[in-house]
Structure formats: C-alpha cells, structure tokens
C-alpha cells in the first residue's frame, strides 16, 4: 500500500488502518464511513474476511451521505467529488487537533463476542508463516494486489493438487533451499549452487484438523529419486530419468529438477501425496526473524562456532537476520555434529517461531503483522494451485483451525546406510519407518486429542465385540476403488494364500473412485466381517451393515479406497508411533544441547 494507490495522507501508516476488535479477535480494516455531522451514524468495520471475498475494498457509495466527513475536519470531500479511502487513524497533536474521534451511534448492538483466533492459530516460518500472516493481514484490495504480485511460483503438474484444500487430510511440503542469492549468502558453502532441499518438512493436517504431523526429512537420506519432469539449461520442458540411489537433497536444484520432483520423490518414500509445496531461501529466515522482531532461542551450553560465526551465551536470547540463520545452518555446535542434530535444533527454532507469532506482542501489533506478511509473500515461491493471496489465505484459515499444542515435531526414522564402510549417509529404517509412514496415511493422531482418540477406541472395540467366523468361512467379493492399479486381484491373492479367506473374489474396479475402503455385509454375516476387519485393519467407520440378511451364497463387498495402500498392510495403520522415535510438541520450549 502507498501513497499513490491509497492516498496516503497526514503520515498515515498502510499498517495502522488495522485495528483489534476486542469482541471477535479479529484485525478489522477501519472504513471512513461517518456520516455528515447531523446524520449521527457511527464508523463501520469491514472484516479482512469481507472483503476478501469481494476482492476488492468495501465502500459505502451506495449509501446516502456515506463517506463523508463531519463538518469542519481536514480533507472533507464535496458530495460532487469525493473519493472514498480507508477511514484511517491520524496522528493526532497534544493539543487535541484534527482527527479527533467520534463517540458511536447509541443503541448500536454490539457483536456477540467469539473465542480469539490467538487460542488457535497455526504459525510457522518460512512457508507457513505466510500461511497465516496473509489470512490476518489481507483484505484491502491494494494490500491484496501487493502481497500478490510478491509470490513466485512453480507448475508442478501432476505432483501436487489444483484444489486449495482437500476435505481429507492435507499435506503440505516446506522446503528450504540452500540456494546461495541474496546479499551476504555467497559464503554459506557451494557459491553459484542451483539450490538444494536442505531443509525438508513433511507437515501432515489430519482430516477433522485437531492435529497436525511435522516430519523432518534428512538432506543426507540415500533414497529413489522416480522419473520427473523439469527444464534443461536453455528452459525446455523434458523429462528427467530416475536414479536408483540418491542423496535427498538433490530431488531439488539438480539436473534440472524443480520442487515437483522432490514431491514425487517424498511420496515414493511415504506413500503421501503432497497436495502443495511452498519453498524458502536464506533471505526468507533472515526477513523474517526480523520482521517479527527476534526469534527466542534457549542454549544447554554457551555456543561459538567460527564456521557459522554464531555465538550465543547458555540459556535464553534472541535471534533474528544472520544469526538466525547461522543457528539453523550449523552442523558443529550441536549433539554429534551431524544433520540428524541440527534437525533437532531447526525443529526447536521453529516451535519457538509459533510461540513469537502467537504472542500478543504480534497478533495486537498491526505494523508488525503488515511486514511480516510483506516480508513472508516476498519469500515464497509455491505451486500454482496456490500462486494467489486470496488462495493462500483460504488455505491458511483452513490449516489454522489446528490448535498448537497437538503440532507434533518428529525426524523420519532412520538407520546408518549399511553400504557404506564409515556412513555418512543414512537410509529409512526399515520397521519404525513404515510403521510411522502407516500412521500418516491412515490419519492416526501423535497428540493427545483425547476426545477423538476414546472415541474411535470406543467405536473399535465395539465393531470387534462378539464372535468372528474361521477364515475359511469367509465369502467376500473385493472391488478396487483406489489408485493402485490390479490392487483388487492382489488383495485377494494375499487373503487367500496369506489368510486363508478361499471364498474371497476379485471384481476387478469398482464403479467410481472412493477416498476410505469400505466394507459392505449383511446383518448374519457380522462373524464374517469381524473377521475380514481384523486381517485387514479395518476402522469401525469402514464398516456399512445393511438392513437385510444375506441369502444363499450371498458375499460381503469390500471396496479398497485411496487410504489402501497395499496387500498386507493395515488400512489403519498402527495405533501409536514406533518406539524411540522422539516427538515434539509446538507449544513447548526446549534448549538446544
């Protein structure tokens, strides 16, 4: 916003025509609508949310006598020609000069009040960060064209969604490059760098979105980067070849590859789909920082590391700009000085970043909100799905429903790469891996949403209560409703050399693509479905009992869904995560060792 594109009079700042309603927790644009002098109606308020959806600033030139001044105040409009602008707070003198405020229209109802957004937003940095910052910050139409011409963007294809937000569980992908742009990042290693993923972060939204799942992908992780698409030298479209033994980091930046190719790359190794990606630069942790005024950060031991030139004492400080970036770059200051260390310090980095954004200090400060989102927008680079303020701020509403407390931090498990004498590199472990990656796809919470969890123990019990027939009395036709092609014959195969289900028969694909596996049976075969539930997982919502008793030789229908993911593997996935995997929660503070 400036002075061209909004009449930036009397020293007004863009960020102080925000102002806290105090009955909805909400920042809310101050329109100038005061009426003349002898009308006595009272200032309104239009909502960022209102205005956002009509794309443009709310006026009131419909209405009589809307937008005028009273009588006597600087700047008064004739009736003939007036241009509206935001109603904005003038810096006013000591001696009770221009601006001076007038009381409300009496009888005027006042909004029931809501619980405070602060009890629930979800704040991150780098990507996330912008998240929310947009979804506070826009609603004028001049603050949404500016913070939209600040977004870059990547078409990723098929590696992601073209829908904002999905109504199943959501999966964003947070990448940090190391690509070396921007004053004073030439001496952060491989000058001239395409870039690198060397900071990934797998941020997993569950369905109801009481809980959220961020998982910290190695850089050093020796993985399958698939087959993708990406631009040779001269920004030709091709298709880049697949390589069978990779570090992860070079899914980004090398040999042409774009951050779709780390998305299919995260989904090889997990089985989830990103549905976006939003990526950041050095530039982006240091903008940042600064603009929220300092990031706390607590030390087990003083540190001085002369290859990041950080220093920080033992105990509390704050960091912003270089030095915040010099703490999530070093590897010698921390644990055993390898990356799986420093993860652990950029996981503390970050949950102290969402307490900061939290605080009061900033969701009550307008001008700090304002350069934050300018500051964040100016850092991102997304897919294009999501390539729009207003996008952005759909998708942050969304994720922001997530209560901090139930944002687990957790780092992929993994083992010393076996190939390698003396390993520098490390490969998925082969058990708590899967086992953790199950959890995700099935949507299992790591938090303690205790409501959601007794209630889906409750419903689990209840479905597996009671008597459940031999397998080989079991008689089910399997249809396939999900992405994995011949997913029904293979099912089939395994229930019945692996579980002895003989009576069980392919049916090829069902009729429509479903989102959850189901499980169709008759009232006298629930001994038949118990059974088939328990072999496979099932969740007590797959279960659909009919009205009707099953005749004859009558089978039950089960139709596998996206949430399937392979003969032999629960569609629930397991009820807790593996052992020795260390979590994390975004609402407490941790000092680095």
């Not at 429509?512 to 118990?530: G, M, S, V």
């Amino acid at each position: 916003m400036d002075a061209h594109s909004r009449g930036r009079a009397d020293d007004i700042d863009p960020a102080d025509q925000w102002v806290l309603n105090p009955h909805t927790g909400n920042y809310e644009l101050r329109l100038d609508d005061s009426a003349g002098a002898s009308s006595g109606s009272s200032a309104r308020t239009a909502t960022a949310e209102e205005t956002g959806r009509r794309g443009e600033p709310r006026t009131g030139s419909s209405r009589e006598g809307s937008g005028r001044r009273a009588a006597g105040s600087r700047g008064a409009a004739t009736d003939g020609a007036r241009r509206e602008v935001p109603g904005q707070r003038s810096r006013r003198s000591s001696q009770g000069g221009r601006g001076a405020a007038e009381p409300p229209a009496s009888g005027r109802r006042k909004r029931k009040p809501q619980k405070s957004r602060k009890k629930k937003a979800l704040l991150w940095t780098g990507g996330v960060t912008a998240f929310i910052v947009v979804a506070t910050s826009i609603g004028a139409y001049a603050l949404y064209q500016k913070f939209n011409g600040n977004i870059d963007s990547i078409d990723v294809g098929d590696a992601g969604s073209k829908n904002v937000v999905t109504d199943g569980p959501m999966n964003i992908l947070i990448i940090g490059t190391d690509k070396r742009t921007g004053k004073g990042n030439e001496g952060y290693g491989d000058k001239g760098s395409e870039g690198h993923a060397d900071t990934t972060i797998l941020f997993h939204v569950s369905e109801d979105r009481t809980n959220a799942t961020a998982m910290s992908i190695p850089r050093d992780l020796m993985t399958e980067i698939p087959e993708c698409e990406g631009k040779d030298a001269d920004g030709a479209e091709v298709t880049i070849p697949g390589t069978p033994n990779e570090r992860f980091n070079t899914s980004l930046g090398q040999s042409g590859r774009n951050p779709g190719c780390t998305m299919k790359t995260v989904e090889n190794i997990t089985g989830l789909k990103p549905d976006h990606f939003m990526m950041v630069d050095f530039n982006a942790v240091k903008e940042l920082t600064t603009a929220v005024g300092g990031v706390e950060v607590c030390m087990a031991k003083p540190v001085d590391d002369p290859k990041s030139h950080l220093k920080l004492p033992q105990g509390t400080s704050e960091v912003q700009g270089e030095q915040a970036l010099a703490l999530l770059r070093t590897r010698h200051s921390f644990g055993n000085e390898s990356d799986l260390d420093r993860i652990k310090v950029q996981q503390q980095f970050l949950a102290s970043m969402i307490r900061e954004m939290k605080s009061s200090d900033t969701l009550t400060n307008p001008k700090k909100l304002y350069k934050l989102a300018d500051a964040a927008t100016n850092a991102l680079t997304v897919d294009s799905a999501i390539a729009d303020a207003q996008k952005l701020m759909t998708l942050a509403q969304e994720i922001s429903k997530v209560d901090t407390k139930n944002i687990t931090f957790l780092t992929m498990p993994v083992v010393d790469n076996p190939a390698e004498p003396t390993p520098v590199t490390v490969v998925v472990d082969p058990v708590k891996g899967e086992q953790l990656f199950a959890m995700m796809r099935s949507d299992t919470s790591l938090t303690e949403v205790k409501k959601k969890e007794k209630d889906a123990k409750s419903k689990q019990a209840a479905l597996l209560k009671g008597p459940k027939a031999d397998p080989a009395d079991v008689r089910v036709d399997v249809l396939n409703g999900g992405e994995i092609p011949g997913a029904a014959g293979s099912t089939v195969t395994w229930l019945q050399n692996e579980q002895g289900v003989l009576k069980s028969t392919n049916k090829a694909n069902a009729p429509e693509k479903i989102k959850k596996t189901t499980l169709e049976y008759a009232p006298n075969q629930a001994d038949q479905a118990r059974a088939l539930a328990e072999m496979m997982g099932l969740p007590a919502t797959a279960m659909k009992q009919g009205t009707a008793d099953a005749e004859g030789l009558e089978a039950m229908v089960l139709t596998l869904g996206a949430d399937f993911k392979g003969a032999g593997q629960l569609i629930t996935g397991p009820a807790k995560a593996p052992e020795g995997v260390e979590q994390a929660s975004a609402d407490k503070a941790v000092c680095a060792k």
